[in-house]
């Protein structure tokens, strides 16, 4: 069933996550931005447990998560094992609410209007498990550039 592959890629990807903000050295370099990187690694992490809990965890689960995507750009400082615990929830949450969902949800339209038109809700889960990549993928060079 697709859900369990959802479930495995987000997990796999949440997990991947974790190792990137745990291999910080310096946990104040979790917040720094230079030239022309715009957002901390930091405040990426932010965006996307905000992003997952919201659109995953609030929509499909009911799970009550309620988003503050300002605060997921602005806030500062969070300590590194705060953002941990907010990665390893988020996986939580995702094993889950995938589970629930079955193959008949999956094709139903997604509840919300995303992208200026409709979509079926499997094809917006693969669409967010390519954001966390991107997003992961930017946390990775971040480190590797500015954690020195």
Request: charged share 25%; hydrophobic share 40%.
């Amino acid at each position: 069933m697709i859900t369990e592959s959802l479930r495995s890629l987000f997990n796999r990807d949440l997990n991947q996550l974790k190792k990137e903000i745990e291999a910080y050295q310096n946990e104040k370099n979790l917040w720094i931005i230079d030239q022309n990187i715009a957002n901390s690694a930091g405040n990426l992490c932010l965006h996307l447990v905000g992003n997952i809990n919201h659109f995953i965890g609030a929509q499909l689960g009911n799970t009550g998560y309620e988003r503050h995507r300002d605060l997921e750009f602005s806030l500062k400082n969070i300590p590194k094992a705060e953002l941990i615990e907010k990665v390893e929830a988020t996986a939580a949450m995702i094993d889950e609410v995938l589970p629930q969902l079955s193959e008949e949800d999956l094709k139903k339209e997604y509840p919300l209007v995303v992208f200026e038109s409709t979509m079926t809700t499997d094809y917006f889960l693969i669409h967010l498990i390519a954001h966390l990549d991107y997003h992961l993928g930017q946390i990775n060079y971040h480190r590797r550039l500015l954690d020195i």
